[in-house]
């Protein structure tokens, strides 16, 4: 059972554009929801994080925006490089320091 | 401050063969994390261990075993291998101790079962 559920699987977007990515999860026991990039051979690398009491957080073009009662939380990427393709995990946290992630987006920017 | 390092990179083996993969954690971190990624998909909890003990366990079977030793470094051992074990092995370090949920993950070991 998927317990992170993330959409969609692919996304092409031209440079400057804005990339989405959502995830949706049911646990209410999840306290905090990490993104990941990951580049093709190495391993995720967490790219921004938000924590449920917070409705959205940014980092430069990195955007968090979560809404708890929807249980839903998506990624935004403003003006989007080319240095960006790369693929895009969603996870979650339960207390205990383990995590579940989503199935990924595979962004690809075109220049 | 090193990072967290997996070893080997690369392994191949037969089906019903038994492999031990490696990981250092990242200075400090005294948590790890294992996560079976397969072609495509995105990390799979294995498991994690905590001051040598194991830490909570996810969908994997008894076959699928570790250890952490005192220097917080650890290893992930699996027995009867089949087919669908290849993936990419990937170890996480933590130090919840810091307050801080942040984990930080290795290169991986791609493993290949034929």
């Known amino acids: 059972q998927q317990q992170v559920k993330q959409s969609p699987q692919s996304l092409i977007v031209q440079k400057g554009g804005i990339s989405i990515i959502n995830c949706a999860y049911e646990?209410?026991?999840?306290?905090?929801f990490p993104w990941y990039q990951q580049f093709p051979g190495k391993g995720p690398a967490l790219l921004i994080a938000i924590r449920p009491d917070v409705s959205e957080k940014k980092e430069g073009r990195f955007t968090i925006s979560f809404n708890k009662s929807a249980k839903q939380f998506s990624l935004h990427i403003m003006d989007s490089q080319p240095g960006d393709s790369a693929t895009y995990f969603c996870a979650a946290r339960k207390p205990g320091n383990q995590f579940y992630f989503g199935t990924g987006t595979s962004l690809t920017v075109i220049p | 401050e090193t990072g967290v390092t997996q070893s080997p990179t690369h392994l191949i083996k037969t089906r019903g063969q038994q492999v031990t993969l490696r990981c250092s954690s990242q200075?400090?971190?005294?948590?790890v994390s294992w996560y079976q990624q397969a072609l495509g998909q995105g990390p799979q909890f294995i498991f994690q261990y905590y001051r040598e003990e194991e830490n909570g366990r996810g969908n994997f079977p008894p076959r699928f075993s570790g250890l952490q030793f005192p220097n917080y470094s650890s290893e992930l051992n699996v027995n009867a291998l089949e087919l669908d074990d290849s993936a990419l092995y990937l170890c996480?370090?933590?130090?919840?101790?810091?307050?801080?949920?942040?984990?930080?993950f290795g290169p991986g070991t791609r493993l290949t079962v034929l």
């Open positions: 200075s400090g971190h005294n948590t």
């Open positions: 646990n209410t026991a999840f306290d905090y």
């Open positions: 996480a370090s933590s130090d919840p101790r810091q307050g801080v949920h942040e984990q930080f």
